[in-house]
């Protein structure tokens, strides 16, 4: 029971990195835009949310450099794609490749560095309770962040004005336009967020989840958190439950590990991706679903006046 329960303390910080990515990435596309650079945007703001912590000491600040520069290089690419109407995927793409070599280079004199101690957080009562307390109250205040995340983006979307436009922008940018709304401000603004959201998830990785930094570490999880949205159906509930589900995935090959079970190392790894692979073909099987619940301009360029 005790193992169990590490597991699942080990799934809702795998699921963390995931869920706060798989959220930003769904802000992106409720208003209508496809980015693939979550992977780069990831890379980018691990190195510079860790730099920050080394030279600082402040997991506050690293945070916030990490959210910075993924909503800096998130804004790049939403001028790139909503004002100049470059491709979306290809700039998506562009974006992740550059991500991967900048923060390779900049992160060349932080392999070797270390963050000081970790503090230790845990909920006071809660902690102690025998098997829930280690499972479920001894994380990250990121952690719970992740959860009213979910929540409050659940609300803003389906319960207040502003989400309802994004909703509309997302679904027909012709008709919000038509009615006085700034689109490409709308879209902008959902983009800068999404890539803060995404550099929050990368500074996370390498400021408390590792923490370290290396190289190419974020291994995946931006494309990971891209097919999430995919595979929630664009729902921010839906999102927590599969980042939790990949988390757990993720995890089970060192727990298997750990139990001793005699499986090659190789296929342990390739769990997480296999099960992304199975999910999206088993979600490809009912096309008629996936076009009623994604945003009708989903990947659409907008010409206003046009």
């Known amino acids: 029971m005790e193992s169990f329960a590490l597991l699942i303390a080990a799934t809702l910080n795998a699921g963390t990195v995931l869920a706060i990515a798989a959220l930003g ?29 080394v030279h600082t000491g402040s997991d506050l600040l690293a945070f916030a450099a990490g959210a910075g520069a993924g909503a800096l290089l998130a804004a790049l690419f939403g001028a790139l794609v909503i004002w100049l109407n470059t491709n979306q995927y290809a700039s998506g793409l562009a974006l992740s490749l550059f991500g991967a070599g900048f923060s390779a280079f900049v992160g060349i004199r932080y392999t070797q560095e270390k963050l000081s101690a970790r503090p230790h957080f845990e909920i006071p009562f809660l902690a102690d309770i025998p098997l829930l307390g280690p499972a479920l109250f001894r994380h990250h205040p990121m952690v719970y962040l992740a959860i009213a995340l979910t929540a409050g983006l659940a609300w803003f979307l389906y319960r207040s004005r502003a989400g309802l436009v994004l909703r509309a922008v997302g679904e027909s940018p012709e008709s919000a336009h038509a009615l006085g709304y700034p689109v490409r401000r709308i879209r902008l603004a959902a983009v800068a967020v999404g890539g803060a959201l995404c550099g929050l998830a990368g500074a996370y990785l390498s400021v408390v ?57 190789q296929w342990l790894t390739m769990l997480p991706y296999l099960a992304t692979i199975v999910v999206l073909v088993l979600i490809s099987r009912n096309p008629t679903w996936i076009r009623v619940n994604m945003p009708a301009s989903l990947g659409k360029p907008f010409f206003p006046g046009s």
């Open 209 to 265: 989840y590792t923490p370290l930094w290396v190289e190419g570490m974020v291994a995946g999880k931006g494309w990971i958190a891209l097919a999430l949205t995919t595979f929630a159906t664009w729902r921010p509930a839906r999102v927590l439950l599969g980042a939790y589900l990949f988390g757990g995935v993720t995890m089970l090959q060192f727990h298997l590990q750990g139990q001793g079970v005699d499986i090659p190392s």
């Open 25 to 53: 990435l769904l802000i992106n596309e409720r208003s209508g835009i496809v980015n693939l650079g979550a992977e780069g945007m990831m890379l980018v703001a691990a190195v510079a949310g860790f730099a920050t912590a």
